[in-house]
């Protein structure tokens, strides 16, 4: 049916988006109002000096798995248009669903990651969007993976 | 180093450059009229050469070069180079001079200069007992060695050079930035993490394709030994199946 293909293929353009944003913006916390990570480790600006937050071993983790969990996103994507054209009647989106799962992993590690470790908390403290984002993009890559896996390609 | 055509065309055009010139561009017209296409590039190609060479410039600029930031660890010892480029032979009156100016101060102060064949060393001021002069000046080298940083001895440190008469020039700073524990530079991790994973997945897909086209080849030639034509004819009707508008459906 249309509706199917038209809704996985609204779903997985909703988590690309998202996982774009949540990697690229950097608001996975907010310090008195001021947003930082992932890319911008400060936590406040004195003049021309900024504070770094501390030593991002951790930090260049969840960087690297955010970035492979989009790229994955778009990864899939590509392919399941490909498989769109070229599978053969009744198969299944096996190539798509495993790059899909694949991302949605690597969003969990990373979001687990920054989670445990994540900064020190100091007073007036708190996760910004991205950080929700990321963790609302695991769910959704999962659950598009698997309806992948069970989708079928009609003539 | 801005290239002064002008300046270095008017004052250093020698008369061996000239007559040089001359014999290579009547060379050039000769070859030319001749139609000798190879020739005429070759004496192009070095005309070429000796003229940018010649305009080369030739001012009494000396150029020093040091590093643009040290890294060191509290307690390390870290070495200062500090070298220049200078048109003229290395001259017996070189001199060398290192100034530190700290992180936030404005002034800086003089702690090294080597002036007359002879190392002068700070033996007052924050750097007492612990610079050592490690440099070849014969060599162009003006290197210094600071020994047991501290926090305190970030900062800049600037090298000046001069080499009589060629004395005109800019001193070259370095900036010394000391760790309590060497930092992971930005992006080495993030960089090893993504170029492994994008590596395992390249070599998966490589291996899935190669055992595809091994377990292919084999089932052709079995198919071509046994049936003939017929293996052909089954992929030409897997092929045919693109529909305008694929459809799918769910079903598990």
């Known amino acids: 049916m249309l509706a199917v293909l038209v809704g996985v293929v609204i779903l997985h353009l909703t988590e690309m988006i998202i996982l774009i944003i949540s990697t690229s913006v950097n ?129 | 180093m801005p290239l002064d055509l002008t300046h270095s065309l008017h004052s250093q055009v020698s008369p061996s450059l000239f007559l040089s010139l001359v014999l290579l561009v009547s060379a050039l017209s000769q070859a030319a009229r001749r139609g000798r296409q190879t020739e005429a590039m070759l004496t192009l190609l070095v005309l070429t050469a000796v003229v940018l060479l010649s305009a080369a410039p030739r001012s009494d600029a000396i150029v020093v070069y040091t590093g643009w930031e040290r890294h060191a660890l509290v307690g390390s010892d870290v070495r200062l180079s500090c070298s220049f480029f200078s048109w003229r032979w290395t001259s017996e009156d070189v001199t060398f001079s290192w100034s530190y100016r700290p992180d936030g101060a404005k002034d800086s102060i003089s702690i090294f200069h080597y002036t007359g064949g002879a190392p002068y060393v700070d033996n007052k001021g924050p750097f007492r007992d612990r610079l050592e002069f490690v440099g070849n000046p014969a060599r162009r080298d003006g290197s210094i060695l600071i020994r047991n940083l501290d926090f305190s001895d970030n900062g800049t440190f600037t090298c000046d050079a001069k080499n009589p008469p060629d004395i005109v020039g800019r001193p070259s700073s370095v900036r010394l930035l000391v760790f309590e524990k060497v930092p992971i530079q930005a992006g080495v991790i993030t960089g090893a993490i993504i170029g492994v994973v994008l590596g395992l997945l390249i070599l998966v897909v490589a291996i899935y394709y190669l055992m595809r086209f091994l377990v292919a080849r084999r089932v052709f030639s079995l198919s071509m030994s046994k049936h003939g034509k017929k293996g052909k004819g089954k992929e030409g009707s897997q092929q045919r199946q693109k529909p305008k508008v694929p459809l799918v459906y769910l079903s598990f």
């Not at chain 1, 608001?27 to 406040?44: F, I, N, P, V």
């Not at chain 1, 003049?47 to 955010?66: E, P, R, S, T």
């Not at chain 1, 190539?95 to 991302?103: D, M, Y």
Request: glycine share 6%; net charge neutral.
């Open chain 1, 27 to 155: 608001a996975w916390r907010t310090h008195e109002g001021r947003s930082y990570h992932l890319w911008d480790g400060c936590s406040q600006t004195n003049g021309y000096k900024c504070n770094d937050i501390n030593d991002a071993d951790w930090l260049q983790a969840v960087q690297a798995l955010m970035v492979l969990a989009t790229l994955f996103c778009m990864l899939s994507f590509i392919f399941f248009l490909c498989q769109l054209f070229t599978l053969v009647k009744g198969g299944r989106f096996f190539f798509t669903a495993v790059f899909q799962i694949l991302s949605s992993l690597f969003v969990m590690s990373g979001a687990i990651i920054y989670t445990v470790i994540g900064p020190e908390s100091q007073k007036n403290d708190s996760y910004g969007y991205a950080f929700v984002l990321a963790w609302l993009a695991f769910p959704l890559t999962l659950i598009s993976g698997f309806i992948y896996i069970i989708l079928r390609k009609k003539e």
